[in-house]
């Protein structure tokens, strides 16, 4: 089963500075991943498909990037509305089968 | 726009049965994969099941496989899962998600959940 480790475990910024996740995979999955955000009492809202092809509906200030191994979601000036936890999924190459990063919140 | 409700979690004992439901509104249901997602607590996300637009084609998580399945109802826009022998571990608030695509892509929207609880 093909790991992925999120990292920063949390991240404290302020609206209006840079951030940027990180999602390593323990093997190689192409260009296999995506992000999602959740905010409380919500399902997951997804962001960035196909490592860097943003989902209909979704602010320019989010873009993706990677591939192989290691891949970097890129928040380019945050917004209030933009604190909440950001998991990232692979979709194996060989069958349909995911698994999800353990998440990386980010605060205020 | 598009909504999904999950319903038909609860308490159950070990070993018992349950069966989730999830009911799909604004979009053409029979065009478009559907997944179930639990969250554990403690654990994360972990990817249950997918079915294809058609529910031609199922995939299963190899931990899971042959306890739970997926299935669907295009006429009813409905998404189930039956759970069979279900353990403690097995506590957690599950997920009905579309598909972006006909079978195994990604998932978006994803519904609030339904708890289910395993305890004896």
């Known amino acids: 089963e093909i790991v992925l480790t999120q990292s920063p475990a949390t991240l404290s910024l302020s609206p209006g500075e840079r951030a940027t996740l990180s999602c390593r995979a323990s093997q190689s999955i192409s260009g296999y991943l995506a992000w999602y955000q959740q905010k409380p009492g919500q399902g997951p809202r997804l962001l960035i498909y196909?490592?860097?092809t943003r989902a209909p509906g979704i602010p320019a200030r989010f873009s993706g990037g990677g591939s192989e191994t290691d891949f970097t979601l890129t928040i380019s000036s945050l917004e209030p509305e933009d604190f909440a936890i950001y998991y990232c999924q692979q979709r194996s190459i060989w069958r349909p089968a995911y698994t999800f990063g353990q998440g990386t919140k980010l605060e205020i | 726009q598009v909504q999904l409700v999950e319903s038909g979690g609860g308490v159950v004992q070990p070993g018992r049965s349950l069966r989730l439901s999830c009911t799909a509104s604004?979009?053409?249901?029979?065009?478009?994969?559907m997944h179930w997602v639990r969250r554990v607590p403690g654990k994360g996300l972990e990817w249950v099941a997918g079915?294809?637009?058609?529910?031609?084609?199922?995939y299963y998580a190899d931990s899971l496989k042959g306890r739970f399945t997926i299935s669907r109802d295009n006429s009813k826009n409905t998404l189930f899962l039956q759970m069979n022998s279900l353990r403690l571990e097995d506590t957690a608030l599950y997920h009905c998600a579309k598909d972006i695509g006909t079978t195994a892509r990604w998932f978006d929207p994803w519904g609030q959940g339904s708890l289910v609880t395993v305890s004896s």
């Open positions: 604004g979009f053409t249901f029979s065009n478009y994969g």
């Open positions: 196909d490592a860097s």
């Open positions: 079915i294809s637009f058609d529910g031609g084609e199922t």
